[in-house]
């Protein structure tokens, strides 16, 4: 079987003067090169691009999946932390009102859980759907792993009771809700 330069010079498609210059400047190529070093060829150096590529998007990917993996064991311990932590808002007849997302929400509550709403004792949570009371201490856990995750944490005073209030005198009505 004749090479292709050798069909194609039969067919008359290519002249010996073309096939014997192209014969001398891979010569001279080869003669340029240092011993031991190839010269790659367009198709190895696509595929080594492609390689490449392929590799620094499965790098991304993977540090996507991993960040959404982080995410949802993030979510997990906090769902955890307010199912163990929360208390039992049932009976509550007071109403408590705070905003979520630009809208005016309601829980019930008794008085006692509404002092300490106020007071920065209790923080209200979102999760799943629905809106928790836990205590203070596991509002900053939550608030460690998710900031978002609670709505209501009223900061603390130094000394809850006001010694110099200047309406201490006075008496509130029982009836008086602000």
Do not use: C
């Amino acid at each position: 079987m004749a090479s292709l330069q050798d069909q194609l010079m039969k067919a008359g498609l290519a002249d010996e003067k073309k096939a014997n210059a192209i014969k001398k400047e891979k010569h001279k190529q080869r003669k340029q090169q240092p011993k031991g070093t190839v010269q790659p060829n367009e198709t190895q150096i696509r595929a080594q691009q492609s390689r490449a590529e392929k590799a620094d998007r499965d790098r991304k990917l993977n540090l996507e999946r991993q960040q959404a993996a982080e995410r949802k064991a993030v979510q997990a311990q906090i769902r955890q932390l307010v199912q163990t932590n929360r208390l039992d808002r049932r009976g509550g007849e007071t109403a408590y009102q705070f905003v979520h997302d630009k809208k005016i929400k309601k829980i019930y509550v008794d008085e006692t859980m509404l002092d300490q709403l106020s007071r920065g004792r209790l923080a209200v949570v979102y999760i799943n759907e629905a809106y928790e009371l836990v205590a203070e201490g596991v509002a900053r856990k939550i608030m460690d792993r998710d900031p978002t995750a609670v709505l209501v944490l009223h900061e603390r005073q130094k000394d809850d009771e006001a010694t110099d209030d200047p309406y201490a005198d006075y008496e509130i009505p029982d009836d008086l809700m602000w």
